[in-house]
């Protein structure tokens, strides 16, 4: 998929209070001035932004569709391992010519168009997951840094079952990493609610789910067994 240059606002990037280190917007600008040193793209690709290699941000763009019966949950379990795994991690960078190593910490900036549906309901994951929250009570801390995230209906059901779930629709992540068979089997509610939803779907809609979920379980396996 190529990356496009995509014009956002200026409006500012609203720090989760929540959550340290943890950002949101509907733009993928001003990150030197946050300090920012991992983006989440939450936007259909063609609305992907263009991230010069030389700023040493670390770039993720999902190919996220702001309508109710995009499948969110096959996403959450890989996106909220890479959220957790950036602010965890430590970002390095060379200081002026004396070449002087400079620590820093992460900040990871989740953005999507309009900083108020999608971008939202993967903040307000990870806010549930870590802090053990259900999707009210997550929602309602995220609003106090924006109070204009809304999640749309959809997704909304489906951080409401992903709290059921217990923050994960992935059974284990399987012990033979050389067996994909075995690798991260979902679980059954999961299933159950997919095999629902997918009466609704087209056959290109389907086809374009499949790609994409196993694009989201391979970057769930990769984190999970580099841990």
């Given at each position: 998929?190529?990356?496009?240059?995509?014009?956002?606002?200026?409006?500012?990037?609203?720090?989760?209070?929540?959550?340290e280190g943890l950002f949101i917007s509907e733009s993928s600008e001003l990150l030197a001035k946050h300090g920012i040193t991992h983006v989440l793209t939450l936007t259909e690709d063609r609305d992907w932004p263009t991230i010069a290699a030389e700023s040493g941000v670390k770039h993720?763009?999902?190919?996220?569709?702001?309508?109710?019966?995009?499948?969110?949950?096959m996403y959450l379990d890989a996106l909220v391992l890479w959220i957790e795994d950036a602010l965890l991690g430590e970002q390095v960078a060379q200081n002026g010519e004396e070449n002087?190593?400079?620590?820093?910490?992460?900040?990871?900036?989740?953005?999507?168009?309009?900083?108020v549906s999608r971008s939202a309901a993967v903040v307000v994951a990870y806010t549930m997951q870590a802090l053990g929250l259900d999707y009210d009570?997550?929602?309602a801390r995220v609003r106090r840094?924006?109070?204009?995230?809304s999640p749309n209906p959809g997704f909304a059901d489906q951080l409401r079952l992903w709290h059921r779930l217990q923050y994960r629709i992935f059974a284990e992540a399987?012990?033979?990493?050389?067996?994909?068979?075995?690798?991260?089997?979902?679980?059954?509610?999961?299933?159950?609610w997919r095999s629902g939803r997918g009466i609704l779907m087209s056959r290109a809609e389907e086809e374009r789910r499949a790609a994409n979920f196993g694009w989201a379980k391979g970057i769930f396996v990769a984190l999970m067994y580099q841990q």
């Open positions: 998929m190529a990356y496009v240059t995509h014009a956002v606002s200026a409006d500012p990037i609203n720090r989760i209070d929540a959550i993720l763009a999902v190919p996220l569709v702001d309508t109710q019966l995009e499948d969110l949950l002087q190593v400079q620590r820093q910490q992460p900040r990871v900036l989740v953005h999507c168009l309009q900083g009570a997550a929602l840094s924006r109070p204009a995230v399987g012990a033979d990493l050389d067996d994909t068979g075995n690798l991260a089997a979902t679980k059954p509610e999961y299933q159950s």
